[in-house]
């Protein structure tokens, strides 16, 4: 029996095989919980149906997180299907393309700046009140994921870096809100992967080769690695542990300075 057994969640922001919210899935599936996807718009649609499929799971419901109504309907079709929820995975960030090259004050704009806060940090905030209710009572958890670039200037990684020093605050000002209610509020700081996601990012090959040459365990993590620890902390096994940002990155962020050797 896996040490999610019984546990039902939520996972919102799958988008491909190669995402790190794709890991989790399969970390959890592995674990034994009944798990839930959202898919942004028609587009990925019967992609996210397939990958749920192979969770043997039936429950997908489109969600953008930048409606307020979306995200409602998400719980409001939930609501039908189960009783409760044990957890969300918010796997879910975006800046424009142009403000991911270049120096910060050269591609920041107001736009730029408004939708990745929007989009990475406030709608961790917007699932978490649309769903508590189904959540009180269950020893639920919440967990999102962030970088290393919350905490470090990354060349290129810009708002994205801004954006995500907001979210990690976000999780800590979540937690002590639902705390009272039993539900745990965490994030996940992993390492560079090559994501869909990831792929905006200028020069992010390049990133890839320094992070892993720099890592005390010499490599990148995989979406696989982040998965176990991630369903690690939604699951009871962690109940004591909220407000953390814990890294999965091979130890990258320890490191004062790159290998000599």
């Not at 910060?104 to 989009?119: K, S």
């Not at 902390?233 to 004591?240: E, H, T, V």
Request: neutral net charge; glycine residues 8%.
């Amino acid at each position: 029996m896996g040490f999610m057994q019984g546990k039902r969640v939520l996972i919102v922001g799958l988008a491909s095989n190669r995402s790190i919210a794709w890991g989790i899935a399969q970390a959890m599936h592995r674990e034994g919980a009944e798990l839930a996807f959202t898919y942004q718009n028609d587009k990925l649609k019967s992609r996210v149906v397939k990958m749920a499929t192979e969770c043997n799971s039936s429950i997908t419901i489109e969600c953008d997180v930048a409606s307020d109504e979306h995200i409602q309907n998400v719980f409001d079709a939930l609501a039908t299907e189960w009783d409760g929820l044990d957890g969300i995975v918010h796997s879910v960030a975006f800046a424009p393309r142009d403000a991911l090259n270049g120096e910060y004050l050269d591609a920041v704009t107001r736009e730029n700046f408004l939708a990745a806060h929007d989009i990475s940090s406030y709608s961790f905030s917007a699932l978490a009140k649309a769903g508590q209710s189904m959540m009180e009572g269950r020893a639920a958890a919440l967990l999102t994921l962030s970088y290393l670039g919350a905490q470090r200037v990354i060349p290129n990684y810009n708002v994205m870096g801004v954006a995500k020093a907001s979210l990690e605050a976000n999780v800590r000002y979540m937690a002590s809100s639902l705390g009272p209610k039993g539900i745990r509020v965490n994030g996940i700081s992993a390492g560079p992967i090559r994501t869909l996601a990831a792929s905006g990012i200028a020069n992010f090959r390049a990133m890839l080769s320094k992070a892993a040459n720099a890592a005390p365990l010499r490599k990148n993590v995989s979406i696989l690695e982040v998965g176990n620890v991630a369903a690690f902390m939604c699951s009871d096994l962690a109940s004591g542990v909220t407000g953390e940002i814990t890294y999965v990155d091979a130890g990258y962020n320890i490191t004062g300075l790159a290998n000599l050797s």
